[in-house]
Nanobody
Framework: QVQLAESGGGLVQAGGSLRLSCVVS????????VGWFRQAPGKEREFVAT???????YYADSVKGRFTISRDNAKNTVSLEMNRLKPEDTAIYYC????????????????WGQGTQVTVSS
C-alpha cells in the first residue's frame, strides 16, 4: 500500500515562495507518476502539476512559469516549488500517485495524501 504525506504549507505574503514536499512510503517512488492538486474553499479540486516516472512534467496554465514540480527517487519525494505566489493560490494542496504516467485528471490517481494548507495574504 502506498502512502503519501505532504508538508511545507504555511502562510506567506503575495509574491513570496513556498516549497511543498510529498513523501511516498510503502513502495518505491520510481514506478509512479505524481500529481499535485489543490482545493480552495467553496471550489472544486483542480489540477496544478504532474510529473511522470520518466520526469516529464505538465502544468496548469494558472501556475505555469511560477511553479516547478520535481522528483528525487532516492528520497522517495516529489516537490512543488511555488514562486510569485498570489492570493488566488490559497488552497489545500494534495499530492497523489498513480502508476508510471502523470495526469491532470484526478480520478486516475490511486493514492492521495491528506493535504497541506497554503495561505497567501495580499
Amino acid at each position: 500500500q502506498v502512502q503519501l504525506a505532504e508538508s511545507g504549507g504555511g502562510l506567506v505574503q503575495a509574491g513570496g515562495s513556498l516549497r511543498l514536499s510529498c513523501v511516498v512510503s510503502g513502495r518505491t517512488l520510481r514506478a509512479y507518476g505524481v500529481g499535485w492538486f489543490r482545493q480552495a474553499p467553496g471550489k472544486e479540486r483542480e489540477f496544478v502539476a504532474t510529473i511522470s516516472w520518466t520526469g516529464a512534467t505538465y502544468y496548469a496554465d494558472s501556475v505555469k512559469g511560477r511553479f516547478t514540480i520535481s522528483r528525487d527517487n532516492a528520497k522517495n519525494t516529489v516537490s512543488l516549488e511555488m514562486n510569485r505566489l498570489k492570493p488566488e493560490d490559497t488552497a489545500i494542496y494534495y499530492c497523489a500517485a498513480k502508476s508510471y504516467t502523470g495526469s491532470s485528471y484526478a480520478p486516475e490517481y490511486d493514492f492521495w495524501g491528506q493535504g497541506t494548507q497554503v495561505t497567501v495574504s495580499s
